[in-house]
Nanobody, 124 residues
Framework: QVQLVESGGGLVHSGGSLRLSCAVSGFTLDNHAIGWFRQAPGKEREGVSCISSTDASTYYADSVKDRFTIYKDNTRNTVYLQMNNLKPEDTANYYC???WGVGASFLAAFYDVWGQGTQVTVSS
């Protein structure tokens, strides 16, 4: 059974850091795209970062570029999202997702299986 479990969320002050984890089971990270998304109350879900299924290239939304880093540890079957210099506007529920498509995407429809999410709150 394919499953993703996020962890690492919490409450931090503006300028602080958090590292989110996405532990996967039921498949290996090779050849699977992984995306991180977030959704704030009253807003649509938005893609934050993703890793390509083909060559592990990484991509970032403009709003998080140079602050967030996505990387994976195949030995631990875990994908991480290191978030530095956090801002209040980063406050949201963060989700990881995987799919069987080729490449990577910031579109939620590209992904087939989602985790339950982890809450990140950044105070000003």
């Amino acid at each position: 059974q394919v499953q993703l479990v996020e962890s690492g969320g919490g409450l931090v002050h503006s300028g602080g850091s958090l590292r989110l984890s996405c532990a996967v089971s039921g498949f290996t990270l090779d050849n699977h795209a992984i995306g991180w998304f977030r959704q704030a109350p009253g807003k649509e879900r938005e893609g934050v970062s993703c890793i390509s299924s083909t060559d592990a290239s990484t991509y970032y939304a403009d709003s998080v570029k140079d602050r967030f880093t996505i990387y994976k540890d195949n030995t631990r079957n875990t994908v991480y999202l290191q978030m530095n210099n956090l801002k209040p506007e980063d406050t949201a529920n963060y989700y990881c997702a995987t799919g069987w498509g080729v490449g990577a995407s910031f579109l939620a429809a590209f992904y087939d299986v989602w985790g339950q999410g982890t809450q990140v709150t950044v105070s000003s």
